[in-house]
């Protein structure tokens, strides 16, 4: 056994244990996630956000307060050696789709899981930022989604 | 204070304009948490650290903003926006602005 060849393994298991470990594990996390998602959206499904700037018609506001939500998430180690392959042929990438969407709705129901603690049933005005965080080696992003949440409204919300 | 990120103050009369306010902050995470979330990067998803980072840095900059507001004699602060700049891995800078106003209450 000479030292190049113990090199050479150890080189090996570098890539490929978090290669593993970012399609293994990532996928668990991704799957829980997206319950997760859809458990609190039904949850939270009275709290009407809306991206329109203008207090519904017929709906009277006492007052209004603004709202945030923010997370920043992470690609894996497996979804970013993919992406490598996938920008040297183009096309549509799923992996990186389904980070961002799920990113994007934890944020709208941070949103409104913060809107219904202030006594909230309809934000409006609801804006999405992204903001792409520098220097790691995954990507990462943070998505943040604000918006006006109205007090003291009659009705509660323009369905009502 | 009223803080909106709408042109008008829902449920309220606009009595004056105080012109534009501001809060910045720039944050950073000690590398002890840099290095946990350099781990979570293998397998993805949140990164814990960041989003409190954020959100903390967030509520600061608009307490600055609505300090600015106070200061001028305002009582509202609206068409709040947000910018965020990332400088370094786990540093950025978070600014919020928005139109210092005076309201009254509408009368219902």
Known sequence: MNLHFWLETFNLWVVLVPLLLGYGVGRWLERRHYRSIREREQALRHVLALSTRYVPEGVVAGSAQLVTGGVVISSDYFKTFVAGFRKFFGGRFRGYETLLERARREALLRLKAQAEAAGSTLVIGVRFQSTTIAGSATPSVEIMAFGTALIGTRPPTPAA | ?108
Request: overall charge neutral; hydrophobic content about 45%; proline content about 2%.
């Open chain 2, 1 to 108: 204070m009223l803080v909106s990120n709408l042109e008008t103050a829902p449920g309220h009369r606009i009595t004056a304009h105080l012109g534009i306010v501001q809060g910045s902050t720039v944050r950073a995470k000690h590398a002890g948490k840099d290095i946990l979330a350099g781990l979570k990067n293998i397998v993805g998803g949140e990164l814990k650290a960041y989003t409190d980072l954020m959100q903390e840095a967030r509520a600061e900059a608009v307490e600055r903003m609505t300090a600015e507001a106070r200061a001028v004699g305002a009582n509202a602060v609206l068409n709040v926006r947000f910018v965020t700049t990332s400088i370094t891995m786990g540093a950025a800078e978070i600014l919020a602005y928005g139109s210092a106003v005076t309201v009254e209450a509408e009368p219902v």
